[in-house]
Structure formats: structure tokens, C-alpha cells
């Protein structure tokens, strides 16, 4: 089977303090990879503001992670994981091109 590859944007809410976010990230890099996905890399674009107010937040934490993947799995637990979890405002997952 032929792997893709998948690119995840996610906002974390700014008052998150420094080592709670690294807690946060290496969590969502891990359930990436235990579900078979191969890490190609992961790093914080900062804080931004946003165009329009998300849950009373003006700016949040950017931060994009690239991973190949064989199948779905590793991109549905990180959708699954990142809607549960109250630290994220929002999440996107792109197919980029081969």
C-alpha cells in the first residue's frame, strides 16, 4: 500500500503555560506515530492573532506537525484526540500531494 502524506495545523490556547504545551505536543506527536504514522516533522509556528474570536480567545498557539501514513488510523485518533482535548481550539488535517 502506498503511504500518504498528511499535514496537521492545531491552535492551543494561549494561556497554556510553557511546559504543559511541550506535554500537550509530544502527546499528539506520539499518538501520531504509535498508530503507525512515520513523523517527518513537528514545530511551532507561535502565537498569532486570529481573525475573528475562537471560544472568547483572540490568539492562539500554532503548531504543524508532517507525517506519512499507510492508512487513515493515525490521522482519525489525532482528530478523535484533539476534539476531546479542551487545550486545543481547533485542528486541520491536509492530503498533501505525493
Not at 26 to 43: I, P, Q, Y
Not at 63 to 74: C, D, G, L, R
Request: aromatic residues 10%.
Amino acid at each position: 500500500m502506498a503511504k500518504t502524506k498528511y499535514e496537521v495545523t492545531y491552535i492551543i490556547k494561549p494561556d497554556i503555560d510553557e511546559d504543559s504545551k511541550k506535554a500537550l505536543i509530544d502527546r499528539f506527536d506520539k499518538v501520531v506515530t504509535d498508530n503507525g504514522a512515520e513523523e517527518l516533522e513537528s514545530k511551532d509556528w507561535g502565537k498569532r492573532r486570529f481573525a475573528y474570536e475562537i471560544e472568547k480567545y483572540r490568539e492562539g498557539t500554532y503548531h504543524i506537525m508532517t507525517f506519512v501514513a499507510e492508512n487513515s488510523e493515525p490521522v482519525d485518533e489525532f482528530g478523535r484526540l484533539s476534539r476531546i482535548d479542551n487545550q486545543v481550539l481547533r485542528s486541520m488535517t491536509v492530503k498533501l500531494d505525493k
